[in-house]
């Protein structure tokens, strides 16, 4: 028998990403529509089951919420889903969680504890559990293991840091489960055949950087295979933009115009600028902060000196003697390096206010 299956996790339903910028609720709804998408596109192509590693939500649904998430698992029969409360969303006292009536086709973990749910019509064993808590420190999916039982065996776990159940990936690879359906880490990873992070589904942070999407898979009596298929509307990227001595500020900004439209204008941006400048010239970050997606930017750039021409001329003034102390100081180059340039430019800059 094959099973077919998608495991995703961290949907983060009514996160707002980059608020204060100008797509933020463009965000907010694509995370929502890019969830549905997938979930209706998982249902046409005939998917067994649905696996969903926590943080469907970003904090704790209201019962309103909770209704159209069933709605939408629901819409899905007859294939199966199975999904947890996470960190965000986790099942405090008062959670809506608690009493609320899935679909016959929906399962869900109902409290902090490993449990197993059975779906029959896929010969089926699912174990896990759901955060009553914002904080789990205990290990505790790594002395879970399979039952002696004819079937496939599924562990759906949320967590891999410190606070957030620990996890020891060797371990739960040894323990004998068809697939370990990972979340709580945004970052896809593909660990083995039989165990991924899916990562988030839309990137929710910028630093969630490259594709976002969900894992593919098979279950055969010959095992599993997997794979990962990006889904999210657009990527958060980093861009590297190495400056000169003859660029001016303008120049800057028209370069990082077309890089943008070269990588795809509908993406967001961590610009970093390197390189060496003019001592003049001085880069106008709020400008270029506003030009295309730019979520943040920051400017590595050095003032360009030539440091032996100008110990040479001033070996007994201030500059020379700077420029003798900093040498003799134990450090890596890159690090003299800034701390020369830095401060040769206040110097030459505080020597121009004395001049005026």
């Not at 496939?152 to 957030?164: R, S």
């Amino acid at each position: 028998m094959r099973m077919r299956f998608i495991h995703m996790a961290d949907i983060h339903l009514g996160a707002v990403p980059d608020k204060g910028k100008p797509w933020a609720q463009k965000r907010s709804e694509e995370i929502e529509s890019t969830f549905y998408r997938l979930l209706k596109e998982a249902g046409r192509q005939g998917v067994d089951l649905v696996l969903i590693a926590g943080d469907v939500f970003h904090r704790p649904p209201g019962k309103r919420e909770l209704k159209e998430l069933n709605y939408r698992l629901g819409s899905m029969a007859p294939a199966q889903v199975v999904l947890m409360a996470g960190n965000h969303d986790y099942m405090g006292e008062s959670s809506n969680y608690r009493d609320f009536e899935w679909a016959d086709n929906v399962h869900f973990f109902r409290r902090e504890q490993i449990d197993v749910i059975y779906i029959e019509t896929l010969n089926t064993w699912v174990y896990g559990l759901s955060y009553e808590h914002r904080e789990i420190q205990e290990p505790l999916y790594d002395r879970v293991r399979p039952m002696d039982k004819p079937g496939y065996h599924i562990l759906l776990a949320h967590g891999g840091d410190e606070k957030h159940i620990p996890i020891q990936k060797s371990e739960l690879l040894t323990a004998g489960f068809d697939y370990v359906a990972l979340g709580h880490i945004h970052k896809p990873e593909i660990i083995s055949e039989r165990m991924a992070y899916s990562g988030a589904l839309e990137p929710i942070d910028r630093l969630d950087m490259g594709a976002h999407g969900y894992v593919y898979g098979e279950i055969t009596g010959q095992g599993t295979r997997i794979r990962f298929c990006p889904a999210s509307c657009r990527e958060y990227r980093e861009l590297i933009l190495e400056s000169d001595t003859d660029m001016t500020s303008g120049e800057m900004e028209k370069w990082l115009e077309q890089q943008i439209q070269i990588e795809g204008e509908r993406h967001l941006y961590n610009v970093v600028l390197k390189g060496y400048r003019d001592t003049d010239i001085t880069y106008d970050l709020d400008r270029m902060s506003h030009m295309g997606n730019v979520v943040s930017i920051r400017d590595e750039t050095l003032p360009w000196f030539d440091f032996e021409r100008l110990y040479n001329e001033n070996p007994e003034n201030l500059i020379g003697l700077f420029i003798k102390k900093v040498y003799q100081m134990p450090m890596d180059e890159k690090r003299r390096e800034q701390i020369l340039s830095y401060g040769l430019q206040a110097m030459y800059h505080g020597r121009d206010g004395n001049d005026r």
